[in-house]
């Protein structure tokens, strides 16, 4: 960590200005922030949102205007991510503004909500969001096993947790209510037992239901588990190797990507995998999201921003395993970056027109 560094250049959000600018870093910051933090800096004559770029011992002006504060609940843009926007903003020859603006588009509904601290709290709050109780199987059997000791005079609870039950362990809260004709009391003691978990959803993605079964691995041909091998061998290692993949469609070559991506999780890293078109890729982002239920994201610019926002949160968290989505995915917060998929990868479609310009390929 750069302890007591007292200086930060910062990279404006959401201004026309393609510059980096030095301020000064407040006592009680010094040592806690990072490149990567959000902050609010005076600019001109007001507030505004930027990103640390990085600390410095000195800055490259003689006055300096001191940073407002950090923003509260924002997590950290990773190293990895903070260096390929660095990387992009020089090889494409956009400013770094440009990239972070790409990398993060949600400053811009943060400002309606002021400059403070808690800008993005609340940004979060004002969202359509469904409130989604899920079981914890584990619990509710050690439980049943016992004969449920503390729910023997709850009535309520019981009806919860078998209305629950019989949805399939996942419900809408509305829902779980409205079935079990009760309250949110009973609901809110099954939580505090530790027999259900309360979860929030973009509203149209809070469906009902047991979770599909994950589908299992498939055999290796031996030509795939060559593949396999060597870039498993590669990851291992964590040594930078690129590797093609040349075969015809069906030819086994995205059961080859799953297993390596299987290999790569197992060993506590994340994997990114690129797709040149969202909607001519269904079928292999169905597989993946039928291999790894629940430690999946889907990234793309269609994403509306209560869509983004939830999935940047569980990307940051480290709550996801796998990013999967067109080339704006790889602006996606992963940490511990261990395999990047890109397929199809002559496909003109990882090409940015707009701007900032880049290449998803090479960026990868």
């Given at each position: ?325 067109a080339r704006s995915a790889v602006f996606a917060p992963l940490m511990s970056l261990g395999l990047v998929?890109v397929d199809e990868e002559q496909e003109a479609a ?15």
């Amino acid at each position: 960590m750069n302890r007591g560094k007292p200086f930060a250049a910062v990279s404006p959000l959401a201004v026309p200005v393609d510059a980096v600018f030095d301020y000064a870093v407040p006592l009680e910051l010094q040592g806690k922030l990072r490149p990567g933090d959000m902050v609010s800096v005076p600019f001109r004559n007001r507030n505004i949102f930027a990103v640390v770029v990085k600390l410095k011992d000195a800055p490259e002006v003689e006055k300096v205007k001191p940073i407002t504060g950090r923003v509260d609940d924002f997590r950290t843009f990773p190293p990895d991510l903070m260096r390929l926007c660095a990387w992009v903003s020089q090889v494409f020859l956009c400013s770094m503004r440009a990239v972070l603006d790409t990398v993060f588009p949600f400053q811009k509904s943060m400002r309606k909500r002021g400059f403070e601290a808690d800008a993005y709290r609340r940004l979060k709050r004002s969202l359509v969001m469904s409130k989604v109780v899920n079981l914890v199987p584990e619990a509710v059997e050690s439980a049943r096993a016992l004969g449920f000791p503390d729910l023997k005079r709850a009535k309520s609870q019981l009806a919860a947790l078998a209305a629950l039950e019989a949805a399939g362990g996942s419900m809408p809260l509305a829902e779980l209510l409205k079935a079990a004709n009760t309250t949110r009391a009973p609901v809110d003691a099954l939580i505090e037992k530790g027999y259900a978990a309360l979860a929030f959803l973009p509203a149209h993605m809070a469906v009902a239901g047991a979770p599909e079964a994950a589908e299992p691995q498939h055999s290796l041909s031996p030509d795939q588990e060559v593949a396999y091998q060597r870039i498993t061998h590669a990851v291992t290692e964590g040594r930078h190797e690129e590797f093609l993949l040349h075969g015809i469609t069906g030819s086994g070559k995205t059961e080859v990507y799953m297993h390596a991506a299987a290999e790569c999780i197992r060993q506590g890293r994340t994997v990114l995998v690129l797709v040149p078109e969202i909607a001519l890729s269904t079928q292999i982002i169905q597989r993946f999201l039928r291999r790894y239920i629940g430690r999946i994201a889907v990234w793309h610019s269609m994403l509306n921003l209560t869509e983004r926002l939830y999935e940047w949160e569980r990307i940051a968290s480290g709550q996801v395993d796998i990013v999967i989505g067109a080339r704006s995915a790889v602006f996606a917060p992963l940490m511990s970056l261990g395999l990047v998929i890109v397929d199809e990868e002559q496909e003109a479609a990882y090409k940015q027109d707009s701007f900032p310009r880049y290449h998803g390929r090479q960026a990868a």
